[in-house]
């Protein structure tokens, strides 16, 4: 059987006797051995007492609350703003670990980058025969409206978010990449803030690689794909408003970059240009960072009922006068499907090797995939291909016999809405639970900009899934963060 | 600066001078009601109040006027528009949809209050205490417009001071419009300390952050002719209505550009300064004076709802 994305390796690590499931990579602590970035986090652990923990966690809770990061829930009508839980027991990687996944990942972005701008223009690819005419134009996310669109540089994704899971030391695994609107990057951000002013003297301790510079190296990208290099672009940030859960990062890097945070009732179309209505004189944008989704961008072009764009946007951006960061159309090169197509997107526009591998995945499109993903639905897990947020997946292993059947008819109705992946025994970092300090499951998402060059700060975001034994990370299942250190070479030497 | 920001800004401005002018409001009614003078007659400070802030009719209709009840509904309800908590809320949801040109400290200088409010409710009121709640709630208007004054001086303050000058305009004029009826009949005879009438001024000045001016500028036997002067035209006071209504026509003018200000929004405040410029000598037709002040007030406040919208 074959599967895109395989790569050479699938790793079967050992498995527990009691679960049957495969045992996680505790990333603090191999065997006796402890891993050489831990050192010093391991010192501090041991004389830090579960008061002083607790203070710790309630101190973060506290200043979250004060700083207003929190969100607002769907449905709830109390008008309740919620906190997504932080982990105040940091994630660290040493310089040669995070090397591996920046790499990984600006590679990955500049082979998606090249994919997009190919398949919206020349599709040098499909000519080439090296990825299937209808996995791309078959795919309903593939976007008519940006078919001949040339961004400058042509760069589409220009922020982009990499999930990752580690399994062993050196093997990374690639779960999705997110080329849309990818969201958490404040939290990466406040992470860090919120334990320097906690916990300082872990600082002190050791030399941990700052990520303050992200908003700036966010503006630096924005200003390197203007329309128009001649002049000192106007940018602004288009948020949904203040109801969406992003919200606050939508303000915080508005605020961080200096530049505006606008809605769509804030912005029209004229001559050619997207105008600002100010409180003097309207003032035309020249890149628009935008968090919401293409369908809401225009409604001459997506969704008519749509009041949160901006009618003639796109009209604006084919005449060349505005860039869309991220670009429409994008969808079509992060989804479940495509996914699978990425290492060989990395080889043809790359020349390369992929650094990072993909999971292994079968198409429930395929019908010798399919058979195999029925027979084995207890060891997989199963995602819709258009899902996120961890809604709509099985997770095989935890799932009950009636939670199978259920689900396999789901696929049954609809194969090709489905694919399978192996569950990964994703990796553990110690955390601060109910109990004391534990290992949870956890994932990391780089953010990585793309402008002139493609770049990353030397941090991620960590994401947790803080009940035992579970592998859903995501905040909207019970999920939280940990602030992620990269350290200095001279730290791991 | 995005117009509908400026619109937050004013908004967020008057929400926060409301905000301080209510917990003023009921800390002085509070005071006034725990005198000798007032002993077994409450009910009429706190139906004041509550005229004060447009909350009579929905008060009375639905809860009895029973000692600290009208306190507890204008501190903390959670469904009318007039309470503290519900001006602090909405001065916090203007400020986070401007967040992004606040200063850090002046976020979270608002945030924390409506934080630290949603805990007072009317069951531990009493237990926290009505002055106690009143003197927090003031301390921390103070200290976000302390904050505030860290902003860079450009559009943005200017229109968060345009909706405070205007907020305490309209203020000034329903507290006159309620207190001076009745038995607080402006007359050239000051009344004697201890009467009911010296401490309906009393709690006019203080609910209007005035009497400690008053006192240093004048004594603490309060003259009726020089408290009403204060309040209304007293040329260099924060708190006088001439000189809000002053600040007002001068932000509007500040603001360059198509500002979408209506013009008669201009014309009202320059004829309420005209109007307060040329106060009577008191004892002459005073009481048509303030009757005309009333209307020309209330003219302002209809053209300034359309101020930035």
């Known amino acids: ?94 310089h040669g670990e995070w090397d591996l996944v920046k790499r990984g990942s ?56 990499v999930d990752l899971v580690r399994v062993a030391p050196d093997q990374w695994y690639v779960l999705e990449d997110n080329l849309r609107t990818p969201s958490g990057v404040s939290y990466m951000l406040e992470n860090r803030a919120t334990m320097q002013r906690l916990a300082p003297e872990l600082f002190r301790a050791q030399s941990v690689l700052p990520v303050d510079q992200y908003p700036s190296l966010l503006l630096q990208t924005m200003r390197e794909v203007a329309p128009h290099a001649d002049s000192e672009p106007t940018i602004a940030v288009l948020t949904p408003g203040a109801a969406n859960s992003a919200y606050f990062e939508h303000c915080y890097l508005a605020s961080r970059m200096g ?109 010798s995939e399919l058979s195999y993903v029925l027979d084995h639905l207890h060891e997989l897990v199963v995602k819709e291909v258009h899902g996120s947020g961890g809604y709509g997946m099985l997770v095989g292993p935890t799932s009950t016999t009636a939670e199978r059947l259920k689900y396999r008819d789901r696929v049954l109705d609809d194969p090709s809405n489905f694919i399978a992946q192996p569950t990964l025994a994703l990796s553990t970092c110690p955390t601060f639970v109910a109990q004391g300090i534990a290992p949870r499951h956890v994932d990391l998402r780089p953010y990585v900009l793309a402008g002139k060059e493609v770049r990353l700060v030397p941090g991620a975001l960590t994401r947790v899934a803080l009940k035992e034994g579970s592998l859903v990370v995501n905040s909207s299942q019970g999920g939280g963060t940990k602030d992620t250190w990269v350290l200095a070479d001279e730290e791991i030497a | 600066m995005l117009l509908r920001l400026a619109g937050n800004a004013l908004w967020l401005g008057r929400y926060l001078e409301r905000s301080e002018n209510l917990a003023r409001l009921v800390g002085a009614v509070q005071g006034m009601t725990l005198t000798p003078e007032y002993r077994g007659r409450v009910e009429g400070p706190w139906l004041d109040a509550l005229a004060v802030v447009g909350g009579l009719k929905e008060f009375t209709a639905h809860h009895p006027l029973e000692p600290d009840s009208a306190a507890a509904w204008l501190l903390t309800d959670r469904t009318h528009y007039s309470s503290l908590f519900s001006n602090i809320r909405a001065a916090r949801d203007n400020a986070r949809t401007a967040r992004h040109l606040l200063t850090d400290e002046l976020w979270e200088a608002i945030n924390g209050t409506w934080l630290e409010i949603q805990n007072i409710d009317a069951t531990n009121l009493p237990d926290r205490g009505i002055a106690v709640t009143c003197a927090w709630a003031v301390g921390r208007c103070q200290q976000i417009r302390g904050a505030a004054d860290d902003l860079l001086r450009d559009t943005l303050p200017q229109v968060i001071l345009l909706g405070q000058s205007l907020e305490r305009s309209d203020y000034v004029s329903r507290l006159l419009s309620v207190f001076l009826r009745g038995d607080m009949a402006v007359t050239t005879t000051p009344p004697e300390p201890g009467t009911i009438a010296h401490r309906r001024w009393e709690t006019l ?66 004829i309420l300064v005209d109007h307060l410029e040329s106060l009577p000598p008191f004892g002459a037709d005073l009481p048509g004076y303030l009757l005309k002040l009333g209307q020309l007030a209330d003219a302002v406040g209809l053209e300034a709802s359309k101020i930035l919208d």
Request: glycine share 8%.
């Open chain 1, 1 to 94: 059987m074959h599967h895109y994305g395989m790569g050479t390796v699938l790793m079967t690590p050992p498995t527990t006797a009691r679960t049957g499931r495969p045992t996680a990579y505790n990333e603090m602590r191999l065997g006796d051995d402890l891993s050489p970035a831990y050192g010093h986090l391991d010192e501090w652990l041991r004389h830090a007492s579960g008061d002083r923990l607790e203070n710790l966690r309630r101190g973060a809770a506290a200043r979250f609350h004060e700083r207003g990061i929190t969100f607002a829930v769907y449905g709830d009508t109390s008008g309740a703003e919620r906190l997504i839980p932080f982990d105040v027991i940091p994630r660290v990687l040493g």
């Open chain 1, 106 to 161: 600006i590679q990955r972005v500049k082979a998606l980058n090249a994919f997009l701008d190919d398949i919206y223009n020349d599709q040098e690819i499909l000519k080439a025969g090296r990825i299937p005419r209808e996995a791309v134009e078959g795919n309903e996310l593939f976007c008519a409206q940006a078919k001949g669109l040339r961004p400058a540089g042509g760069i589409h994704s220009h922020i982009s978010g």
């Open chain 1, 259 to 367: 530049v505006e945070l606008v809605e769509g009732r804030d912005l029209f179309c004229d001559k050619g240009r997207l105008w600002m209505k100010n409180l003097g004189a309207p003032k035309a944008i020249d890149v628009l960072y935008r968090r919401i989704d293409d369908d809401f961008l225009d409604p001459a072009e997506f969704r008519p009922d749509s009041a949160l764009g901006v009618r003639g946007l796109m009209e604006v951006v084919r005449q060349g006068n505005l860039t869309l960061a991220n670009a429409v159309g994008n969808g079509v090169a992060d989804d479940k499907a495509t996914y699978l197509l990425v290492p060989e997107m990395i080889k043809f526009y790359l020349g390369e090797e992929p650094i990072l591998s993909n999971v292994p995945t079968y198409r429930c499109s395929v019908p």
């Open chain 2, 205 to 270: 000045l203080e609910a209007g952050a005035l009497l400690e001016t008053y006192r240093r500028s004048h004594t603490a036997h309060i003259d009726p002719v020089q408290a009403l002067t204060l309040v209304l035209a007293h040329p260099t006071s924060p708190r006088s209505l001439v000189v809000n209504a002053r600040r007002t026509l001068s932000a509007l003018d500040g603001l360059s550009g198509p500002h979408h200000v209506p013009t008669a929004t201009q014309e009202a405040l320059q």
